[in-house]
């Protein structure tokens, strides 16, 4: 299995709203990051998880929690959300965080809406 | 900053012909480049990965390192209309080992 996944693929939230995005893994990575996306931009890092722990925050705004319950497993969770934090979220995996030649591959990603 | 800069296109090829995209990178420790191919909507997906200096060949597409210029460049070779797609280049940063996108090169392959 050479996959990850998220859900859900789309999510309309409002600003008082608390919702979570959820990322997997089954590829035995050690790694694995949050990317947010805007139209027509490159992905843009937010956090990574290294063995299960935070490693990097690109300082993000704390409306944005993450948290990593298993080596599989990836949260992303949301509150009080502004409209111009609407974007494409991108789970991603790899091998090691910390040293090169790590492929990182890519989740489907969540569409979400903040109204 | 470290940055690495893409021609953002787009890109017009007709089918057949062989697509050619480049990248250049500030970082001169780096030493992993990759080249992703996104689809309008959809996720990056990982087409190669090149570590050392000269070519890599995959199918149809290429991927070329000049680590002394700082530039990586992909060709694509008997381009199809199902190649037309943002290509994005990515940087592994010396130190800090993030991925550090480029803002991509949109290409259009025309029938």
């Known amino acids: 299995d050479t996959e990850v996944t998220q859900t859900p693929k789309h999510l309309v939230m409002g600003m008082t709203n608390k919702k979570s995005l959820k990322c997997e893994q089954h590829?035995?990575?050690?790694?694995m990051y949050w990317y947010k996306q805007k139209a027509k931009k490159p992905p843009e890092l937010m956090f990574v998880y290294s063995y299960e722990k935070l490693s990097i925050n690109e300082s993000v705004p704390s409306r944005f929690s993450p948290e990593c319950p298993n080596s599989s497993l990836l949260n992303l969770h949301l509150h009080a959300l502004q409209p111009e934090d609407s974007a494409l979220y991108l789970c991603a995996s790899s091998q090691e965080q910390g040293d090169d030649y790590n492929e990182q591959f890519f989740g489907p990603g969540t569409r979400l809406t903040v109204l | 900053q470290k940055e690495v800069e893409q021609n953002s296109g787009p890109l017009s090829v007709p089918e057949g012909a062989i697509a050619s995209l480049n990248c250049t990178y500030s970082?001169?420790?780096?030493?992993?480049f990759f080249w992703y191919r996104q689809y309008s909507g959809k996720s990056p997906e990982l087409i190669m990965s090149?570590?050392?200096?000269g070519d890599k060949e995959d199918g149809r597409f290429t991927a070329q390192l000049n680590k002394a210029s700082q530039y990586v460049s992909l060709l694509i070779r008997d381009s199809q209309p199902s190649d037309s797609a943002t290509y994005l280049c990515a940087v592994i940063t010396s130190g800090t080992y993030k991925y550090i996108f480029g803002t991509g090169t949109r290409l259009k392959v025309l029938a």
């Open positions: 090149i570590y050392s200096n």
């Open positions: 970082d001169r420790g780096s030493q992993s």
């Open positions: 590829m035995g990575h050690r790694a």
